[in-house]
T-cell receptor, first 109, second 116 residues
Framework: GIQVEQSPPDLILQEGANSTLRCNFS?????LQWFHQNPWGQLINLFY???GTKQNGRLSATTVATERYSLLYISSSQTTDSGVYFC???????????FGAGTTVTVRA | NAGVTQTPKFQVLKTGQSMTLQCAQD?????MYWYRQDPGMGLRLIYY???????DKGEVPNGYNVSRLNKREFSLRLESAAPSQTSVYFC???????????????FGPGTRLLVL
């Protein structure tokens, strides 16, 4: 199956700092999503971004499909940004998302 | 609009016991999914249902069965629970059916299962 690698595995930030999370994938995809799992376990979709760039408040994401990677940017981090960020991809005609292992982000006040 | 709901929230089982995890969505979505999440890992797909009346195996189907009861409900059954099935189980749904439809998945709050 498709391989999804996320880096770094862990990230500790001081409140107000910026950061970049990376997702590499091993095959062509037609669906890529970023999710945030908060400390209570709830999974929230952040972006549906198979290609291009999107922004939502302090978060933005860029996917370069031809080079098989996606980046998630967190700017001016807040303690509420803490949690695990997952990248998930889907190959054409597969109709199943494959998840990376996640990046655990801890934002300290 | 409750989105995706799951019951129960927590469950403790003894090895060999059976149970059914319930999932329902009120968004008129066609596709539904069951995942498990183990510590330090991403989500792994157990089973999915691309439309009412169909089910397919995912990455880790052994030890589980599913039923797509109707368009709203998708249940996951453990016939004989094992300690290796201790995990957090998530149900998800999305609007589309099979084919090249790229859409967002919506997740339920999860069920924490401990098998002793």
């Amino acid at each position: 199956g498709i391989q999804v690698e996320q880096s770094p595995p862990d990230l500790i930030l001081q409140e107000g700092a910026n950061s970049t999370l990376r997702c590499n994938f091993s095959d062509s995809v037609n669906n890529l999503q970023w999710f945030h799992q908060n400390p209570w376990g709830q999974l929230i979709n952040l972006f549906y971004i198979p290609s291009g760039t999107k922004q939502n408040g302090r978060l933005s994401a860029t996917t370069v499909a031809t080079e098989r990677y996606s980046l998630l940017y967190i700017s001016s981090s807040q303690t509420t940004d803490s949690g695990v960020y997952f990248c998930a991809v889907e190959r054409p005609n597969d109709y199943k998302l494959s998840f990376g292992a996640g990046t655990t982000v801890t934002v300290r006040a | 609009n409750a989105g995706v709901t799951q019951t129960p929230k927590f469950q403790v089982l003894k090895t060999g016991q059976s149970m059914t995890l319930q999932c329902a969505q009120d968004m008129n979505h066609n596709s539904m999914y069951w995942y498990r999440q183990d510590p330090g890992m991403g989500l792994r797909l157990i089973y999915y249902s691309a439309s009412e009346g169909t089910t397919d195996k995912g990455e880790v189907p052994n030890g589980y069965n599913v039923s797509r009861l109707n368009k709203r409900e998708f249940s996951l059954r453990l016939e004989s629970a094992a300690p290796s099935q201790t995990s957090v189980y998530f149900c998800a749904s999305r609007p589309g059916t099979s084919g090249p439809i790229q859409e967002t998945q919506y997740f339920g709050p999860g069920t924490r299962l401990l098998v002793l």
